[in-house]
């Protein structure tokens, strides 16, 4: 195994990766979680992902002067979808170039003090460029407020409440609620009139002695069938604090939501075991965001959770029996409204739950709140959204209409199923590149300890390509492989039991001191995963009498890894023959959605809007879709979109 | 004691009340609990008390032709302002004549079916003359709606909320809440998609097997300091269905606000108890009315309480510390939201609490809930409101503005604090007419067991007409009073300890064999009372430069008796010196707002709009109050306005 790679560092966050040579430079920044912009698919042509190279060897690209201009290139400036790695980088990111909903990261990262012209503000625009899809309001469901109210007098015998309302105008807060009215003529009397009170989702909730209005802080969680992500947004700045991921815990129930629903059917404690275990996780993610950022984690005084209906369910203690049989049927679409106190959450007693609004079947929140953060509900063009993971899910919009459909895909773009398989974390093989021999790019520069999604996609394409993988998905033995295939990887056929593995990493390399295999069995799982998700594709587009060449784009999400080459996707049959640059990769949608929808009541008003814009399409009982299934478990046999490279 | 006393019938009630003879008809039809119109103060001009005599004898009086008509005199009608009892009666009370709030009293009686021209529908005016002031459409806070769903199919698979929501249309309802969202799917699928729903104040609560739409109730509950008054409501008619009534118990902890305020400064759990036992007293109404209706207590879905801010405080469980020291401020002034969870009411657990929003100091939500049913709000002429209770409220509308006080008369007028008081209920000397000798009216025509506020008053103002009782309040030997004073009267004259007693009933009379007496200090007591409430009424008037002849009328609310002589009450000076026809007695004012409130949210809205209007005049630290109070000590030497006969 050769390993040579550059690291490349990013400003002014001082994130730091690893790269193969020749890896493009928005590639890098992917994997160092800087999703930046690219209208124009990676062609080279809009500039908008132009980075600095401020120390490093990085020759412009052909495309770079005519989008650039002559001085930005004289300065550093390089287009990172063109330009490729050749050695060790030190670049830094404009915030203009990031993905809308990406730009705090870095304002974060510099650390700029409050109020500074790039921070987000209440009612100020995220983006430098006002009218840009991606703007947003800072406009959260919380306000603090802090007063110094008069004290009562025979002239100003006001009751408390009255008080405390005229104090905050224009704010205004409904009825109060029996717990904080109970508590606050103590609360007002014990700090002496003066305190900062709390208001969420218009609700008073609290009125905190001295002035806390600067500690306010939410917690965006996606959901997934097999991995939860939180990420923890101080919504005075609009600026994420931190990102914690854990494995899901009902995994250890079985590893699709199917088999959650089986345990909620076939056992009556069922249900409350597999809340539990998951309200138990968050809880931890919860933990471990407190004490990174070093909060106080009554100051959180909302969760936003974005999942699909089943999780969605569960999490929320709903019986989800009705989804495990025709025809599928949730409890509810619209946005239930819960308090943290109802699910258990640890966050302030008093503190929100919003669930979002899901669309119909398997169809949940997450894709909602990928739509949101996509912003695929404003779409004129014809845009296919795709959102891989155990529960994969496909939105076409087409003419300013919207449907929906999910399709079981399986865990294994997300690391279980797959012998080796694990979550796109420190260890994980993340990239690989056949050339003579096997390079591969490991998250965190370490020894490699598995292989995660965007790994596996990038090993089964490079083996098709090369004629070690047959278009049936049977790993070849070395004597059947083509006679160009290179002594390195040949030798990487392992035959045993009248099937062949490939051995990804040898026994001294890795960290476990164990071998790391794709085995035959993996490349069946990644099959039915990769068939299920072209299939959805292929029906919704007849649906619409559509070809793949009709589609302005692709917008392909997912918790699966920081970055999946299009080629590889496409080469696979993951995503439609169709030129990489229509291809865009936009993070973990449903994570981007969850944080906007924390960050602005708008946006929770638009993900309602859009449960209610999407028609569902229920495959499960489509003809056309088994055999679109059957058809997709051949990989293609040459790369549909030859010559596009992403 | 000389006791001839004739039966009044009042039909289609069937119910029967004693009078004495000359008695108004006005008055008995009071003392059975029918609160008739008198527009024109009972003068005999407006024609609107008018009911129909159908056995006894009953001449019609000199007003009776000019008002009704040649025709209706033929027919039996008379005026109940006019016509004085000469013997048993038989009376038919026409629905118009009662005052508003009223009118259902009647239709249940009658025991019309459903739908029936007089009964109340949803929709349809209480009133038989659209426009009158009194009239409210039938709107109540909850709805429910028998469904027989659509079972979910492939073409179908809508969510079981949105199934739901889409049945029950144009009625809509917020997004449910996590109690009934996770019991939702297995009710739904248990009853087979058939079932009522049930929405209260736009919550959707549950969902009932079978069709329950006619079982609709709620309680209003006027929570006095001394009484607690509750009356079952059939929501879906308007119609009374029972009303309980209850001495407060924590009464037991001090008969006024100032001792109830004080035990939950001084005691650590004084608030604690004084919530359990007052709302054990509610749970012990509505288990008496539930018993005595027959109905099942899961189908009541909404209390709505009024009382002064002491007592709606405490019943809500929240420290009223502050409205026992200057400036006495109450908590909260808009109406809290609850559940009867909340405050561990045994309705149904998801049915709501409304209390009434309140004004400031002691003025609270009786006060808005008397400003409802008596219209005050709507009033344009100069018209003052009286509410006599332990606590008592006043209110000035002059201008189209209101403003309002509170006096601490205490629980005399409630049979309080009175050696032989008790409340206005069977046994009660509810009448007392000195002629020669003492007559008496005993409500349930029993033996006499007490002194109720009507027959304090009537015996305060006799024995003040007749010289006995000397304007500073002391009662006359038999040595000093007129000569003309009857033997009779003379001998119930009894001197001990340097005071005179006045004797009630002999022991040989009562239900305990015991005297019945009106001790020196029982006058004292009253007078205290009588003063408050009188310089109350002073100080309104004089903030607004106002004689007592500028008010164009005085209502006078209360739940200390059916009925007390106009004529008394102004001449003891608990009423301002104005012509009888001018006062008009409204009954439990607050009661009726309560109910007014049950059966419409557009009268919940109207209290808040009252609440918030009117303003609060605070005579606690008012020098001119001090004053005022002590020449109103004193009664007047003579009637104000004699020769004016209510």
Known sequence: MKRQEYKISFEPTGRQVYALPDTILLEAAAQAGLILQTPCGGAGKCGKCRLKVVSGACPPSANCRPALGETEV???????????????????????????SQQQILVQAADLPPGSARALSPGRSASAEPGRPGEMELCPAISKHFVELDMPSQADARSDVERLRTA???????????RLLRLLPGLLRRQGFRGTAVIVDGDLVDFEPG????????????????????????????????VEAKINPQTSYGDDVIARIRKCREDAKGLAQLQRVIIGAVNEI?????????????????????GNTTMQQIVCGIDPSALGELPFVPVFTDAPHLNAADLALEINPCGKVFIFPQIGGFVGGDTVAGIVA???DRETETVLFVDIGTNGEIVLAHKGQMIATSVAAGPAFEGARISCG?????GAIEKVVMDGDLRMNVIGNTRPAGLCGSGLIDTVAELLRLGILDPTGRLRTPDEVPSTTALALRKRLIEQEGHVDFLLAHKTETVSGKPLLLTQRDVREMQLANAAISAGISILLEMEGLKPMDLSRVLLAGAFGNFIRRNHARRIGLLPPIPCDRIRFIGNASSLGAKRALLSVAEKQAAAAIARAV??????LSPDFQTAFS??????????GKGCEG
Not at 287 to 299: C, F, K, N, Y
Not at 422 to 426: E, G, K
Not at 631 to 640: C, K, N, W, Y
């Open 286 to 306: 919860v933990d471990e965001l407190v004490r990174a950022a070093g909060i106080d984690r009554a100051h959180i005084y909302e969760i936003v959770m974005a």
């Open 631 to 640: 058809s997709a478990m051949l990989f293609p046999e040459d790369d549909p």
């Open 615 to 620: 028609r569902h399409v229920d495959l499960s």
């Open 168 to 178: 905050i105008r224009p704010t205004d807060f409904d009825p109060v609620g029996i």
């Open 374 to 376: 996509s912003r695929l």
């Open 211 to 242: 002035d806390t209005t600067s500690q306010c802080y939410g917690i965006a969680v996606d959901v997934g069938t097999t991995t939860l992500v939180g990420t923890l947004i101080n919504l005075k700045t609009g600026l994420d604090m931190g």
């Open 422 to 426: 694990m979550r796109a974390t420190s």
């Open 74 to 100: 004289a300065q550093g400036y390089r287009l990172a979808c063109q330009a490729r790695i050749q050695g060790d980088l030190v670049v830094e990111v404009p915030v203009t170039s990031l993905f809308e």
